[in-house]
C-alpha cells in the first residue's frame, strides 16, 4: 500500500506559478504509475496530468497542456506539479493518485484506473 499526501495548494493571482507536490509512503513508489486529478466546487473530478513510473511518459489534460508539468522523483518519493499562468478555471482541489503499473512506461487517465489517493489540496486562482 502507499499513502500520499498533497501540498502547496493556497490562494494566487491569475498568471502566476505554483508548484504542488505529493508525498508517497512506502518502499515501492517507484513501481507506481501516477496522476492527477481536479475537482472544482459543483463539478465532477476532472483528469490533470499522469506520469509513468519510470517518469519517461507523461500525458495532459488539453486545458493545463503547455501550462502544467508533471514529473518525479523516485529517489524522493515524490510527485510533482508544476503550474504556470494560472487561470482562474484552475481553481478546484487537486489530488494525486497511483496505482501499479507493469510496465515502465504505462500511464493512465481514468481515475477509477487508480487504487491509491491523498487527501486534496485546495488551488484557488483569483482574476
Known amino acids: 500500500q502507499v499513502q500520499l499526501v498533497e501540498s502547496g495548494g493556497g490562494l494566487v493571482q491569475a498568471g502566476v506559478s505554483l508548484r504542488l507536490s505529493c508525498a508517497a509512503s512506502?518502499?515501492?513508489?517507484?513501481?507506481?504509475?501516477m496522476g492527477w486529478f481536479r475537482q472544482a466546487p459543483g463539478k465532477e473530478r476532472e483528469f490533470v496530468a499522469a506520469?509513468?513510473?519510470?517518469?519517461?511518459?507523461?500525458y495532459y489534460a488539453d486545458s493545463v497542456k503547455g501550462r502544467f508539468t508533471i514529473s518525479r522523483d523516485n529517489a524522493k518519493n515524490t510527485l510533482y506539479l508544476q503550474m504556470n499562468l494560472l487561470k482562474p478555471e484552475d481553481t478546484a482541489v487537486y489530488y494525486c493518485?497511483?496505482?501499479?503499473?507493469?510496465?515502465?512506461?504505462?500511464?493512465?487517465?481514468?481515475?477509477?484506473?487508480?487504487?491509491?489517493w491523498g487527501q486534496g489540496t485546495q488551488v484557488t486562482v483569483s482574476s
Open positions: 493518485a497511483a496505482r501499479t503499473a507493469y510496465y515502465s512506461g504505462s500511464y493512465y487517465i481514468l481515475g477509477s484506473d487508480y487504487d491509491y
Open positions: 512506502g518502499r515501492t513508489f517507484s513501481s507506481y504509475a
Open positions: 506520469i509513468s513510473w519510470s517518469g519517461g511518459r507523461t
